[in-house]
């Protein structure tokens, strides 16, 4: 008899989880905050499983992976929001009770609007039920993300702002808008939308189904059958041929040409193809008719890590997996991956992939001149109201300054105390030094130190990334580039917030010409003086836009004053 996987609560519940960042055959003990077994340690294969490397090459990236897989739902509570009409099961008629748990939705306040706008029956029963805290958003249920096909222009979450118009693409301002809006904003989450297409079509409610997007980076299936009891098993971290014909399926009526048709992007972190080109057409129901060892009932998140070596390739997986929960109407945490010898998966959604071409965060071609995607701002509101990381200044009039130190062999800042030393004859400036070693200060305590700074200071890296979470008014200060260009230029447009770089090559000072292990002399591999005034003219700069910007806190006091 088939064992059926529910949601389990509570600090002494069995936690059956997935580590969903992982290949399909790893899994993670995980478990309620503060439990004895929420472990963050090392993932170990299941028994009989395929052994292969591991896919986290330090302990540190494994720690911001644990730490995102609590944000995006591998604790097994919440809701599943999907486009039904009813009402959730959640709701019930108790007398004094709410009609709904509206604590499980988990949203920061600005999205509850949109929220709601995609979710009508949540709605609904928010008119009617007394206990209902978001009655105020009743009032904006026109507010859309915008890749809705109800959406009005003008009730977007968000549009990004051109200076001007890069006429390599285009030829005026508001096509160069559009643009940037369909590269990088929600626009290309209502492309994914547009292209899914129906390639296993189910004829009855007990059916199985397949549907993806264009090259099948992205898809949705119901009542999926998976057969791992003979696994063909190597020790390659991905594998072209993993399922055959017969151990990947579902009982519906399948376009063999249309599925074959689109793997022209057949690569591990550009598509699904490789996994789901030996979908077959099965002559049984597999939940229906019992086939499973396990059936899964809750929403299941596939995905395929990046290279899992620094914090800029991880939120790679993250950002697109955010996107993909845009897609698919639904940000509940009670989602979840179980590996048994055989299993069916009431729900199974394969995430957008990190390096797909003209996909988004990594090598993203953008149109200059555009910045702000409501998208990424999104992004970090959601991931700061789920790990509760608050903004909790700025205190005393102080413009809070944090220097981004390194402990790596390269690109250290060689008069860096110098710098601070400079930074600190400002008496508006509130200053700090950080250096964010995992072993010394955890991801989520690196999170508040980034929220909460107003002036971010580092030198080409990946710890950079941390932008992506500075407050709206923030500015980001990459001291020296290193000849890289566009990588945080870019990062930071899409986030919004403002960017400046080292502009005056002969008021920066490499050690030597540096020393790449193979390509000879480069620039990231050395370390560098900088000269103190034309350092503290830059940050000045950034001081300037950080007290102008609209949002600035203390912007209000000052133009008492």
Request: glycine share 6%; net charge neutral.
């Amino acid at each position: 008899m088939p064992t059926r996987m529910q949601a389990s609560q509570g600090r002494g519940a069995p936690f059956l989880t997935a580590c969903s960042l992982l290949p399909p055959w790893w899994t993670v003990p995980v478990g309620p905050p503060g439990a004895e077994d929420s472990s963050c340690g090392l993932c170990c294969p299941r028994a009989g499983g395929p052994r292969l490397p591991h896919p986290f090459a330090y302990s540190a990236c494994l720690e911001v992976a644990m730490l995102m897989l609590l944000v995006f739902g591998i604790l097994l509570h919440g809701i599943s929001l999907s486009s039904q009409e009813e009402a959730s099961p959640e709701a019930h008629g108790i007398p004094g009770e709410p009609l709904f748990n509206y604590a499980s939705i988990r949203l920061p306040e600005e999205h509850i609007p949109f929220f709601l706008h995609n979710n009508g029956h949540i709605a609904k029963v928010c008119k009617k039920d007394s206990h209902c805290p978001y009655k105020k958003h009743l009032e904006n249920l026109k507010y859309c993300w915008g890749y809705e096909d109800s959406c009005r222009p003008e009730f977007r979450f968000s549009y990004p702002v051109c200076t001007y118009v890069d006429m390599r693409w285009t030829d005026t301002l508001e096509s160069a808008q559009d643009t940037f809006w369909n590269q990088a904003d929600f626009g290309y989450a209502g492309a994914r939308l547009r292209e899914l297409r129906v390639l296993c079509q189910p004829e009855q409610t007990s059916d199985s189904s397949l549907v993806c997007s264009r090259y099948l980076q992205h898809c949705r299936a119901a009542n999926l059958y998976l057969d791992l009891r003979n696994i063909r098993r190597n020790h390659d971290r991905f594998k072209e041929d993993f399922f055959q014909t017969g151990q990947i399926g579902g009982h519906c009526k399948l376009d063999v040409r249309a599925l074959m048709s689109e793997g022209q992007r057949k690569s591990p972190l550009q598509s699904w193809f490789a996994e789901l080109q030996s979908y077959t057409q099965l002559n049984f129901r597999p939940v229906e008719d019992a086939q499973c060892d396990v059936v899964v009932e809750k929403p299941a998140y596939f995905m395929k890590l990046d290279a899992g070596v620094n914090m800029y390739h991880h939120f790679c997986d993250f950002l697109n997996l955010y996107i993909t929960q845009h897609v698919s109407n639904s940000f509940s945490t009670d989602v979840y991956i179980v590996m048994w010898d055989t299993v069916c998966f009431k729900e199974a959604i394969f995430s957008l992939l990190p390096r797909m071409r003209y996909g988004l965060f990594y090598n993203t071609p953008l149109i200059s001149g555009c910045q702000n995607t409501g998208l990424f701002r999104a992004f970090s509101q959601h991931v700061l109201y789920r790990l509760n990381v608050t903004q909790e200044g700025p205190k005393n009039g102080k413009m809070r300054v944090t220097i981004l130190a390194r402990s790596t062999e390269y690109r250290k800042i060689l008069n860096q105390n110098e710098l601070l030393n400079a930074l600190k004859t400002v008496s508006t400036f509130e200053v700090q030094v950080v250096d964010y070693k995992y072993k010394e200060l955890g991801f989520l305590d690196q999170l508040k130190i980034t929220h909460n700074t107003d002036i971010f200071i580092g030198m080409h890296g990946a710890g950079l990334t941390h932008l992506l979470f500075l407050p709206d008014w923030a500015a980001v200060f990459e001291l020296y580039n290193c000849g890289d260009e566009r990588c945080y230029l870019d990062l930071a447009r899409l986030r919004g917030v403002y960017y400046i770089t080292w502009q005056r090559q002969n008021k920066v000072f490499p050690q030597d010409k540096g020393h790449h292990p193979t390509l000879g002399e480069h620039p990231k591999f050395t370390n560098y003086s900088f000269d103190v005034e034309e350092f503290m003219y830059l940050v000045l700069q950034a001081a300037d836009h950080v007290s102008q910007h609209p949002k600035w806190p203390l912007k209000k006091q000052h133009d008492e004053l």
